[in-house]
């Protein structure tokens, strides 16, 4: 079946470093491809997607590029601030519209002021 | 807009009771997705519900089981509870006409005792 894997956790960091979250999946078809972020205490928040090979999501400074040669969607972000500490989850839906995600076990991200 | 609303915001229940939870989707959305999300976890989905019916359904037992109203409002009911069924469920609520995105609830901490 359809699966995510994410780089393990956690993930700490200083204010204004660079971050690399790594994920790969595995689907039978040509997945959407999803980051969603879980701050403390609250539910899932999409960040970004993208729905085809190649195409860039992007959303308050995060980027991420859906690579099918690499079957990979990792997540960047240039300089990172202490409000960005939280939960990131890597998901995919298999089939448009019906909107059933399958997520990575998540990475907690830290960062130091 | 309220967003996805859920209650209750933490339940502690005993071995062997059965638990009802509910959720209320975003203004505009007609489906809702069940998900069950262990510590430290990604969430696994439960089942989706669209027009009052059972779309897909994920690898859970017959315990849990569901239900969508007319206004699309939904509610999880979880029999015979295990400790194993401590969780945070969260529901997500979409419209098969809105495109991709899911809007999560921030979800219902269950603990079995």
């Known amino acids: 079946g359809d699966s995510v894997t994410q780089m393990e956790g956690p993930v700490t960091l200083s204010e204004e470093a660079f971050l690399t979250i790594n994920c790969t999946y595995t689907?039978?078809?040509?997945?959407?491809l999803f980051w969603y972020v879980q701050y403390p205490g609250e539910g899932l928040q999409l960040l970004l997607k993208?729905?085809?090979?190649?195409d860039k999501g992007s959303n308050k400074g995060f980027e991420a590029t859906y690579r099918k040669e690499t079957t990979s969607f990792h997540l960047e972000k240039g300089s990172v601030q202490v409000s960005d500490s939280a939960v990131y989850f890597c998901?995919?839906?298999?089939?448009?519209?019906?909107?059933?995600?399958?997520f990575g076990q998540g990475t907690r991200l830290t960062i130091n002021p | 807009d309220a967003g996805v609303t859920q209650s209750p915001t933490h339940l502690i229940k005993t071995r062997g009771q059965q638990v009802t939870l509910r959720c209320s989707p975003k203004?505009?959305?007609?489906?809702v997705s069940w998900y069950q999300q262990a510590l430290g976890q990604g969430p696994q989905f439960i089942f989706q519900?669209?027009?009052?019916?059972?779309?897909q359904r994920g690898n859970f037992p017959d315990r849990f089981s569901g239900h969508q109203f007319p206004n699309y409002s939904s509610e999880l009911n979880v029999n015979a509870l295990w400790l194993g069924d401590s969780a945070l469920y969260l529901c997500?609520?979409?419209?098969?006409?809105?495109?991709?995105?899911?809007?999560f609830g921030q979800g219902t901490r269950l603990t079995v005792v």
């Open positions: 997500a609520s979409s419209s098969l006409s809105g495109g991709l995105e899911a809007f």
């Open positions: 689907a039978t078809g040509y997945p959407s």
């Open positions: 993208a729905t085809k090979a190649d």
């Open positions: 998901a995919l839906s298999e089939v448009q519209g019906a909107q059933k995600l399958v």
């Open positions: 203004s505009g959305h007609d489906t």
């Open positions: 519900y669209y027009e009052e019916e059972e779309r």
